[in-house]
């Protein structure tokens, strides 16, 4: 329905509007979906569905692997005196982060690159389920609970998963909107993330390629000798380097751009609307 047939005036006319918010995280794409009204506007989360449907159990695994370090709470899990659970939530996605990793020294909680790639490819396979369900998710939305509008808030890494069939059906479903960081929103969101690191998807191919660059210059002989924070301070960079284009390129052939520093001036549905139809165009 939205592929390469959709204008201001017939997005305005459009009924049920569906629409993908696609950029990095930071960028405000949680922060639009909670201004728009909560009766009118389906909220998906990608994240949240990878986390709370295909990532559930491989994150609880995880978190009783470290508590069966613990004598007190190993018995405790043996004998089904206690069970553990995540609580993830749309504006708490720490459990994924901490399953994630980072690569380094594992005196310093890093991993090996090996249980790193693991993990990752765990993520990708997810998020491609994840976005796959949005078509299902819209019928739902509509059918079952009465929404008229649908919001799939993309994680940040949907550029990185190299299936086109997913942007493909995105596209069909929904408008995908690019909100694009000016360059202060860019610096804020890099200032951010260095000081605060939290670990993410990214390609293996990206690893592979800013790896050995990392080890070389800082003349270390493999990975378990990296600290996992500073690896991911220099890595951090490149990859909105790399991510950039990626986003750009989603944009240029499925959607359009919204400058996403006009989500601070978003009071509400109609502002959103509107700031679309701009982007859209006659």
Same mark, same amino acid.
């Given at each position: ?54 990532? $559930?159990?491989? +994150? /609880? ?5 470290? =508590? #069966? ?7 405790? *899990? &043996? ?93 069909? $479903?929904?408008? +995908? /909107? ?5 360059? =202060? #929103? ?7 993330? *260095? &000081? ?87």
């Amino acid at each position: 329905m939205y592929r390469k047939k959709m204008s201001s005036s017939i997005f305005r006319k459009v009924p049920h509007k569906a629409v993908t918010l696609l950029g990095m995280s930071g960028s405000g794409k949680t922060t639009l979906a909670s201004r728009l009204p909560r009766h009118h506007w389906f909220h998906y989360s990608g994240d949240y569905r990878i986390g709370t449907r295909y990532m $559930d159990e491989p +994150i /609880l695994d995880n978190v009783k692997r470290e =508590a #069966m370090k613990v004598p007190f709470l190993a018995d405790l *899990l &043996r004998s089904d005196s206690i069970y553990l659970c995540h609580n993830i939530t749309i504006n708490n996605l720490t459990p994924i982060a901490s399953f994630l990793g980072m690569i380094g020294n594992p005196a310093l909680g890093g991993l090996s690159v090996a249980e790193f790639k693991r993990r990752q490819d765990l993520h990708r396979a997810a998020e491609i389920k994840a976005m796959q369900d949005v078509r299902g998710f819209m019928t739902k939305a509509q059918d079952t609970y009465g929404y008229p509008h649908f919001i799939n808030d993309a994680g940040g890494s949907l550029c990185e998963l190299d299936e086109p069939s997913v942007l493909e059906r995105l596209a069909e $479903d929904t408008l +995908i /909107l690019y909100l694009k960081p000016s360059q =202060a #929103m860019l610096g804020q969101i890099m200032e951010r993330s *260095l &000081r605060d690191p939290k670990p993410m998807y990214y390609q293996n191919g990206f690893l592979d390629r800013v790896l050995p660059e990392y080890l070389a210059e800082q003349k270390l002989a493999s990975s378990d000798e990296i600290v996992p924070d500073d690896f991911f301070r220099w890595m951090f960079p490149r990859l909105v380097e790399h991510r950039l284009p990626r986003y750009q390129a989603i944009a240029d052939d499925y959607g359009v751009v919204l400058e996403a520093d006009q989500i601070d001036h978003i009071r509400g549905e109609d502002d959103f609307i509107e700031l679309i139809c701009e982007a859209l165009g006659s």
